[in-house]
């Protein structure tokens, strides 16, 4: 078999599966021969040997380090994705009789309601669905219930490139879907009860969905609810209850060593924000010729959606930039235009090179 060569010019702004790092990638690639010198690699190991529990033991005290995550958290990786979530957290969390409540604040959330509604009952404490998910609301416009078993929201609105930039206050517990911008910026922790977060965005490859869950919330779960779909079996089998996606939460664990390398969650949030900046920029600066989706206070440092004047130059901006080798930029389908995942993996000078392919565009299209 010959070497692939991998062409690293490539830029891609993909919203998951996403970027992982250079390092992570070098890394696992040994590791896929020979992990730790036994002589086997990482993918055919048993996840009940030493190898596989010291991988285990290593992704969940970086992820603690990095996420500065209190002990009274349950680090947890699972399976099924985010979207198990939406309907694990209501199995878990909605008895009859109580409501749980949700800020809808993208198809995401919309998900994440529908499944909670198959479990018991809900109410939508805000929505914005009808002005096209563009903001994120204030305290005041929304409308949290009496005696919520849980408030639910999502950081980061992955389509619509939106994000909150405060923790709503609610006095219910408060579980958070962070898929798209964990470990993107610090979380306060004393306003959560849980946050999970599908792995293939800023934590790794597609496969585990981490879930960080504080012990007296998850103390309050139904506990009649087979063995996989409940926090404690998991939390008590250290994420070995059945057999573990090995191979995911061992590039999780790399991801959180690159993260601390850089110097934390600190270090990582002013690149984001670094990153971001350069193409907001171009979109600020070009005279209306780009408009972003979302209101200028709720733009997202990792998701950045925006059009062009029209659908025709939105196809054409992203047929030139895939020449260019900036690849993945379309829209999702329920929003159009273009997006661009700068998840924390995303090289900085790649958000250059995409600015300076914007201006050069809005120049040559302007009319
Ligand atoms: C914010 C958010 N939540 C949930 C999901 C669903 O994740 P999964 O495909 O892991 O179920 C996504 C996927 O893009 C997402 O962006």
């Given at each position: 078999?010959?070497?692939?060569?991998?062409?690293?010019?490539?830029?891609?702004?993909?919203?998951?599966?996403?970027?992982?790092?250079?390092?992570?990638?070098?890394?696992a690639?040994?590791?896929?021969r020979?992990?730790?010198?036994?002589?086997?690699?990482?993918?055919?190991?048993?996840?009940?040997?030493?190898a596989?529990?010291?991988?285990?033991?290593?992704?969940?005290n970086?992820?603690r380090?990095?996420?500065?995550?209190?002990?009274?958290?349950?680090?947890?990786?699972?399976?099924?994705?985010?979207?198990?979530?939406?309907?694990?957290?209501?199995?878990?969390?909605?008895?009859?009789?109580?409501?749980?409540?949700?800020?809808?604040?993208g198809s995401?959330?919309?998900?994440?309601?529908?499944?909670?509604?198959?479990?018991?009952?809900?109410?939508?404490?805000?929505?914005?669905?009808?002005?096209?998910?563009?903001?994120?609301?204030?305290?005041?416009?929304?409308?949290?219930?009496?005696?919520?078993?849980?408030?639910?929201?999502?950081?980061?609105?992955?389509?619509?490139?939106?994000?909150?930039?405060?923790?709503p206050?609610?006095?219910?517990?408060?579980?958070?879907?962070?898929?798209?911008?964990?470990?993107?910026?610090?979380?306060?922790?004393?306003?959560?009860?849980?946050?999970?977060?599908?792995?293939?965005k800023?934590?790794?490859?597609?496969?585990?969905?981490l879930?960080?869950?504080?012990?007296?919330?998850?103390?309050?779960?139904y506990?009649?609810?087979?063995?996989?779909?409940?926090?404690?079996?998991?939390?008590?089998?250290?994420?070995?209850?059945?057999?573990?996606?090995?191979?995911?939460v061992?590039?999780?664990?790399?991801?959180?060593?690159?993260?601390l390398?850089?110097?934390g969650?600190?270090?990582?949030?002013?690149?984001?924000?670094?990153?971001?900046?350069?193409?907001?920029?171009?979109?600020?600066?070009?005279?209306?010729?780009?408009?972003?989706?979302?209101?200028?206070?709720?733009?997202?440092?990792m998701?950045?959606?925006?059009?062009?004047?029209?659908?025709?130059?939105?196809?054409a901006?992203?047929?030139?930039?895939t020449?260019?080798?900036?690849v993945?930029l379309?829209?999702?389908?329920?929003?159009?235009?273009i997006?661009?995942?700068?998840?924390?993996?995303?090289?900085?000078?790649?958000?250059?090179?995409?600015?300076?392919?914007?201006?050069?565009?809005?120049?040559?299209?302007?009319?």
């Open positions: 078999m010959t070497t692939p060569t991998i062409d690293t010019t490539t830029l891609n702004f993909s919203a998951g599966p996403a970027v992982l790092p250079e390092q992570v990638i070098e890394q690639a040994r590791d896929l020979d992990l730790d010198n036994t002589g086997i690699g990482v993918l055919e190991h048993s996840h009940r040997g030493v596989i529990a010291r991988v285990f033991e290593e992704a969940r970086d992820c380090a990095v996420g500065k995550i209190p002990d009274e958290f349950e680090i947890l990786f699972l399976q099924g994705g985010a979207s198990m979530q939406f309907g694990m957290v209501p199995m878990n969390f909605l008895p009859a009789g109580r409501t749980a409540d949700y800020v809808d604040t995401w959330t919309s998900k994440a309601i529908k499944d909670a509604n198959q479990v018991g009952s809900t109410h939508i404490a805000w929505s914005g669905k009808k002005s096209g998910y563009r903001s994120i609301p204030a305290d005041a416009d929304i409308n949290w219930s009496q005696d919520a078993a849980y408030g639910y929201y999502c950081t980061n609105n992955t389509i619509y490139g939106t994000r909150w930039n405060r923790t206050a609610t006095t219910a517990p408060l579980v958070a879907d962070m898929s798209s911008d964990i470990f993107s910026r610090p979380i306060d922790w004393s306003k959560h009860a849980m946050v999970f977060a599908g792995a293939q800023n934590i790794g490859p597609a496969g585990t969905t879930v960080i869950i504080h012990r007296d919330f998850m103390d309050t779960a506990s009649q609810l087979p063995a996989m779909l409940r926090y404690a079996v998991h939390a008590d089998k250290e994420s070995m209850y059945n057999t573990p996606p090995v191979f995911a061992y590039c999780a664990g790399l991801v959180f060593k690159w993260i390398s850089l110097g969650i600190e270090a990582v949030e002013a690149i984001d924000d670094r990153k971001a900046a350069l193409i907001y920029k171009v979109i600020d600066d070009s005279d209306g010729f780009y408009t972003c989706h979302a209101d200028t206070a709720d733009r997202s440092t998701n950045i959606a925006f059009t062009s004047p029209s659908a025709d130059l939105d196809a901006f992203i047929d030139q930039a020449e260019a080798g900036m993945n379309k829209g999702h389908r329920s929003v159009g235009g997006r661009a995942s700068i998840y924390n993996a995303f090289p900085e000078e790649g958000c250059q090179k995409l600015a300076d392919f914007m201006t050069t565009f809005a120049a040559a299209n302007r009319r």
